[in-house]
């Protein structure tokens, strides 16, 4: 399974290295890993020790950050080192102030051990998935703590299947497992893992804090006016489709879109949905309420600090792989309203419980939930509820990670 596995690396960095003549990421996923250990040697001392965190994406950078802010708070000598696999990551989180950062070196064994040597981890902290071979094993014969954080498993992944033993084995590479819910604690069990703990999930910290200190945005102010709004956060082409029937039927309200991708194309593509009604936050006149209903984020980063503007929000991405973060909506008392495509996102589930989240797959069943939503306070404190009784992941994990490193 090891060959395999390495061919199926290999070859992934091929195709890659392909696709980066026609395509943006996989320039930056091929550009950014070139001359990558003499960029990494320019600015790490081998001879001290690190604190590694590692994230696939932004997403996982989020979910993760409270944890790495905490531990530098705790520790402020210590010195952090932090790695992405995806350049929608590491290009928006390059220059992150508390930490050295870089792409991940492809997983081979020549660069798990060339890596681990160059960067001299004290510990490794993994958030919610990727496990990678040979840098797990090179932790573990180096006796290097791994810890992952916020992981969640579910039982049609290959960990649990009979013919999943090769990656079964990279799980018991783990020092220890803080888990989001009680059914990632009885899988792992399932497969001898005990060394593992409920502890949730750090991303409600996040949410939380920033739903305590939001960020103003006096262009966005001059925007909205006292025009209610719905933010749509994270939208792909078909979320925007279905979201175009509804300015129409409630000129009222005000709508700012911020897409999940910015590329120019896609741009232009939601203009054309929503004709004359829309502006780029870009060109948005600072002086005077723009009379446009629509507003196109054509930027990245703002989103987080959007929400506080909201009555309630659309999460798009739920008619492709999967929803994109509720929580930040939430976090402020936003119902949310999304895609078809929820079930691996637990918080979605439970949102939908208690009524403050909606789940639609046709125009008609976005207008009922818009309608049902619109003036719904009660949706509102359940929402804001959620997230205050969730948050406290990160002081458990906290504690537990430092005791048997003695750097308390």
Known sequence: MLWLYSLGIRLY???????????????????????????????????????????????EFEQGRPVLEELKKKFPNKKIIVTFFSPSGYEIRKNYALADVFYLPIDTPKNAKRFIESINPEMAIFTKYEFWHFY??????????????????????TFFKWYGGFYRDMLKCVTYFFVQNEESV??????????????????????????????????????IGNSPVLICGSTWPEDEKLLSTLPGKYPEWKFIIAPHEIDSNHIINIERQFLNSSLR???????????AQILIIDNIGMLSSLYRYGKLAYIGGGFGAGIHNTLEAVAFGLPVIF??????????????????AKSISTSEELELAFSDFKNNQPASESAKKYVEDKKGSTDQIIEMITKPLQIL
């Open 13 to 59: 960095y091929v195709i890659i290295c392909f696709l980066s003549i026609f395509h943006t990421k996989a320039k930056l996923f091929v550009n950014g890993r070139k001359d990558l250990f003499n960029k990494i040697a320019k600015k790490v001392n081998p001879n001290e020790k690190h604190i590694w965190f590692h994230f696939a994406s932004l997403g």
């Open 136 to 157: 797990f094993t090179e932790l573990k014969r180096k006796e290097i703590p791994l810890y992952l954080i916020s992981g969640i498993f579910r039982e049609s992944q």
């Open 186 to 223: 009885n899988l792992l069990k399932s497969i001898g893992i005990e060394n593992c703990t409920l502890s949730g999930d750090t991303r409600f910290d996040r949410v939380y804090e920033n739903a305590q200190s939001p960020k103003s945005l006096p262009k966005i102010e001059s925007f």
């Open 281 to 291: 936050f870009s060109i948005l006149n600072t002086t005077e309420n723009p009379q």
């Open 339 to 356: 895609g078809p495509k929820y079930e691996k996102f637990q918080e979605a589930k439970d949102l939908i419980s208690l009524g403050s």
